[in-house]
């Protein structure tokens, strides 16, 4: 039997996620900016809840493509609350718009938001050694940096805790503890 970090529990789809997804390097920025969509609805609440609302925010937000999200009209907004399988909160909705709007402008400046994200780790995967869950920090001085910019550019549910979630789903460190098989497995992948 696989050792996991401890989090992902028994959930078959949690641990699949775990396995699959958490802490694999991103650098497709519609994947990223669905990560950082993904981070902030799960404000407030338990990540298995967004987890089995991802496939319908997949379709729901046209899957994650910047361009459509950005001209989002206010029926779209009533369309998505109105949506029960995904988080009916106007203000985390309304925060992906504004915030798709702001990827096309970091876009235009830095070439790509993988470009823009990336240059936060130097475009190197942090690689950690927790021994064990209780080491993780919630937040960092990196993703402190990151929420700071980010809020800066008009970009809402992006608090350093957020930002880090979010940097270690897309691998931009490497938070599984030491004594989990993924740990050594995503060692230094970029």
């Known amino acids: 039997m696989k050792k996991r970090c401890t989090w992902c529990g028994r959930d ?3 641990m699949a996620y775990h396995d699959h997804d958490w802490g694999v390097p991103v650098h497709d920025d519609r994947l990223l900016f669905e ?21 319908n925010y997949r379709k729901a937000f046209n899957y994650f493509d910047l361009e459509t999200i950005a001209n989002y009209s206010q ?16 203000l985390k909705i ?13 876009q235009e400046e830095a070439g790509s938001l993988d470009a823009y994200l990336w240059r936060y780790v ?5 690689q950690n050694q927790w021994m064990s869950i209780s080491e993780v920090p919630v937040k960092t001085k990196t993703s402190e940096m990151m ?7 008009g970009f809402n549910f992006v608090g350093p805790t957020i930002c880090y979630a979010f940097m270690q789903a897309t691998g931009m460190v490497n ?16």
């Open 147 to 153: 929420s700071k910019d980010l809020k800066t550019r």
């Open 75 to 90: 029926n779209n907004i009533e369309r998505l609350l109105a949506d029960s399988g995904i988080v009916r909160n106007r």
């Open 12 to 14: 078959p789809l949690y």
């Open 175 to 190: 938070d599984h503890t030491t004594d989990c098989f993924r740990h050594k497995e995503l060692y230094f992948k970029a």
């Open 122 to 126: 130097e475009g190197i995967p942090k």
């Open 35 to 55: 990560f950082l969509t993904l981070e902030g609805a799960q404000a407030g609440l338990n990540w298995l809840t967004i987890l089995k609302k991802r496939e």
């Open 94 to 106: 309304e925060s992906t718009i504004k915030n798709a709007r702001g990827v096309l402008k970091i």
